[in-house]
């Protein structure tokens, strides 16, 4: 069983950064691709950024250039540095681990799941 939770989300004004850390109990973690979702209010979630055991990284279109994922498999926490934050980049960040190692943008290939951090920029 693996145990996520997420931290670090506020309240920025577009242009600014926020760094979100999520930290994972659990044995294996160096095995598992590691990725951030997010929710906006009234849409479903989408696919942000992901890191494989190895540091290849795959990012959406929409964050490529502002955001970047890394992890640290001695303190099993991955972590997602937003720069250049936008009003459309607001809504609950979602840690999520992929025991196969995949680490593509399905959602459904995420075994395990955190409960969430907000994050809202303002205009």
């Known amino acids: 069983q693996v145990q996520l939770v997420e931290s670090g989300g506020g309240l920025v004004q577009a242009g600014g950064s926020l760094r979100l850390s999520c930290a994972a109990s659990?044995?294996?973690?160096?095995?598992?691709?590691m990725a951030w979702f997010r929710q906006a209010p009234g849409k479903e979630r989408e696919f942000v950024t992901s890191?494989?055991?190895?540091?290849?990284?795959y990012s959406a279109d929409a964050v490529k250039g502002r955001f970047t994922i890394s992890r640290d498999n001695a303190k099993k926490s991955i972590y997602l540095q937003m720069d250049n934050l936008k009003p459309e980049d607001t809504g609950v960040y979602y840690c999520?681990?992929?025991?196969?190692?995949?680490?593509?943008?399905?959602?459904?290939?995420?075994?395990?799941w955190g409960q969430g951090t907000q994050v809202t920029v303002s205009s």
């Open positions: 890191i494989r055991w190895n540091g290849d990284t």
């Open positions: 659990g044995r294996s973690f160096i095995n598992y691709a």
């Open positions: 999520a681990a992929d025991f196969g190692g995949r680490g593509t943008s399905l959602g459904y290939q995420y075994e395990y």
